[in-house]
């Protein structure tokens, strides 16, 4: 269907210029009311299947643009007085609630069914998954015993070979930061991981963990699933829960304010936390499901078992903009 939409329209410009009558548009093209943008910043192999089977029980066409976090929070800042997409799907809740003014609160359908430490109180996002915060090291150049927190990591062993994104630019590791914040009990900890990192952040989340399987980094914060991903793969990777305090904060969707087509971004919404949706979250994508009612692999640990920090998204969000600025002053990329 949309392969003959997208063949008509390259052949059209080709048909005018010899004169010939311009067909009308096919019938099984939609219309408006059929139609959905999904701005998402979850990886490719993430929101494809989610995507063709909303359409496959929907009927609903739609058009997806893709890219970080950050990029694309800031794109709907921009296009706030004539809103583009209709739904923000991907990205930290914490991030989504920095742009709160970008959103229209929305309740999903099922959100009785959502774990109370994962749910919104102000209906700004819906969440879609929960992400603890690991560390990561090459099991051929370390030892298990010499990383089992987040004060392991300015060990001199490691001094400029910590795998981290830049904040800026990747939403899971402001997560980090905060986290470690947390766990450390104030924001004077992190000089000791900046002093770790010599100065050297990666320019995105994924290339935390080439980093540490090719051993050009020995050990990298990253989130659980992009670590079992990785050990799954076959590479040289181990992951460790810091037993000083870690996070477990979902990422989550979001209605635009605005939308073009609000009620299909409702019905979206409602299904990236439908059970049929939340059961492939566990299963097909290293992640743990949001909803109470199903239950994480049990490969893995329970979060009962993990040490985890009291992480404020109010407070993670509020601070968002003070956060980075001292990080990257701390980083010498700001003047004094």
């Given amino acids: 269907m949309r392969k003959n939409a997208l063949l008509l329209a390259l052949l059209l410009p080709l048909l005018a210029g010899c004169g010939a009558k311009q067909p009308e548009p096919l019938a099984c093209t939609p219309g408006q009311e059929q ?23 929907t009927g609903i066409w739609v058009d997806v643009v893709s890219g970080g976090t950050n990029e694309l929070l800031q794109r709907l800042q921009q296009e706030a007085d004539a809103p583009k997409a209709d739904v923000m799907f ?22 009785a069914s959502i ?27 370390v030892a298990p015993e010499a990383l089992t927190c987040w004060k392991d990591l300015e060990s001199p062993a490691f001094w400029g070979k910590i795998a981290f994104a830049d904040p800026q630019i990747s939403g899971s590791s402001y997560t980090a930061l905060v986290t470690r ?26 290339a935390v963990l080439t ?42 969707s979001a209605l ?20 049929d949706v939340q059961a492939l979250v566990g299963e097909r994508f290293c992640r743990r499901a949001v909803r109470a009612d ?27 903009d003070r956060i980075l600025s001292d990080w990257a002053f701390l980083l010498g990329e700001v003047p004094a």
């Fill in 181 to 206: 914040i947390q766990a450390g009990g104030e924001e004077a900890c992190l000089t000791g991981l900046c002093a770790a990192l010599d100065g050297k952040q990666l320019d995105s989340s994924g």
């Fill in 256 to 275: 635009i304010k605005g939308a073009p087509h609000s009620e299909n971004a409702k019905r979206f919404l409602d299904f990236t936390v439908s059970a």
């Fill in 294 to 320: 199903i239950p994480a692999d049990s490969s893995l640990p329970p979060l009962s078992d993990l040490t985890l920090v009291s992480y404020d998204v109010e407070w993670a969000s509020k601070n968002r």
């Fill in 90 to 111: 991907g990205g930290g809740v914490e991030s989504l609630e920095s742009y709160q003014d970008c959103f229209s609160p929305y309740i999903c359908r099922e959100a």
């Fill in 35 to 57: 139609r959905l943008v999904v701005y998402t910043s979850h990886k490719e192999e993430v929101y494809t299947p989610i995507i063709r089977e909303f359409e496959e029980r």
């Fill in 211 to 252: 980093a540490v399987a090719d051993g050009s980094c020995l050990v990298g914060i990253t989130l659980e699933e992009t670590a079992l991903q990785h050990i799954a793969a076959g590479e040289d990777i181990a992951l460790v829960y810091p037993s000083d305090g870690t996070s477990c904060v979902p990422d989550g």
């Fill in 115 to 141: 774990s109370q430490q994962f749910q919104s109180e102000s209906g700004c996002w819906t969440p879609f998954s929960a992400l603890p915060v690991v560390l990561v090291y090459n099991t051929k150049l």
